[in-house]
């Protein structure tokens, strides 16, 4: 990557139920001058019930999440991470959705934007032609996925955004402004 490269803030998060307006899992991988510099996941107390559908695809239930943090005491640790760069994500509007709705549903003030990135819009770009699941995409470049673990999901779409930036993609092309007051 060359010098002056945005520090690339990747998160990936998880939901207990079909609302999407809560959390059940949080990944953020940050990326640095080409490489990962820091990670940070965590399992989330939703305050809400689990649909069975979400439990099966994600492995995470009540149980699991009963002794976790709830998302107030996450923001804490979470936001100084999300400033401190371009975020990404992968479907970025639906996890930059579920972010917003906490935020909302919680009363907690953030920005009014942020820029981000979404790796199945540049992949569209880049690798035209091609399935552009998060799950497709690691099988395509050889990336080790435990899909739907926020953790291996958001390192995925980081190690995927990596190739599409050696491949010759422009970030610049590709950010977008989500809103959170909208």
């Given at each position: 990557?060359?010098q002056?490269?945005?520090r690339?803030?990747?998160?990936?998060?998880?939901?207990?139920?079909r609302?999407n307006?809560?959390m059940?899992?949080?990944a953020?991988?940050?990326?640095?001058?080409?490489?990962?510099?820091e990670?940070?996941?965590?399992l989330v107390?939703?305050?809400?019930?689990?649909?069975?559908?979400?439990?099966?695809l994600?492995g995470?239930s009540?149980?699991?999440?009963?002794?976790?943090?709830?998302?107030?005491?996450?923001w804490?640790?979470l936001r100084?991470m999300?400033?401190?760069?371009?975020?990404?994500?992968h479907?970025a509007?639906?996890?930059?959705g579920?972010?917003?709705?906490?935020?909302?549903?919680?009363?907690?003030?953030?920005?009014?934007?942020?820029?981000?990135?979404?790796?199945?819009?540049?992949?569209?770009?880049?690798l035209?032609g091609?399935?552009?699941?998060?799950?497709?995409?690691?099988?395509?470049?050889?990336?080790?996925?435990?899909?739907?673990?926020?953790?291996s999901?958001?390192r995925?779409?980081a190690?995927?955004?990596?190739?599409?930036?050696?491949?010759g993609?422009?970030?610049?092309?590709?950010?977008r402004?989500?809103s959170?007051?909208r």
């Amino acid at each position: 990557m060359e010098q002056g490269t945005p520090r690339f803030v990747v998160f990936d998060v998880e939901t207990p139920n079909r609302w999407n307006n809560r959390m059940s899992a949080i990944a953020v991988t940050v990326l640095e001058d080409g490489a990962v510099k820091e990670e940070f996941s965590s399992l989330v107390n939703p305050e809400q019930s689990f649909d069975a559908f979400n439990t099966m695809l994600t492995g995470i239930s009540e149980d699991s999440v009963w002794h976790s943090p709830t998302f107030p005491e996450l923001w804490p640790r979470l936001r100084p991470m999300l400033e401190s760069g371009l975020l990404v994500a992968h479907n970025a509007v639906f996890d930059l959705g579920v972010l917003k709705k906490c935020l909302q549903g919680y009363g907690i003030a953030w920005k009014p934007y942020v820029r981000y990135l979404c790796t199945v819009q540049m992949g569209r770009r880049v690798l035209a032609g091609r399935g552009h699941k998060l799950n497709e995409l690691c099988e395509y470049y050889g990336i080790p996925l435990r899909h739907h673990q926020a953790d291996s999901d958001s390192r995925a779409c980081a190690e995927i955004l990596l190739r599409y930036i050696r491949d010759g993609a422009q970030v610049r092309d590709f950010i977008r402004t989500y809103s959170f007051t909208r």
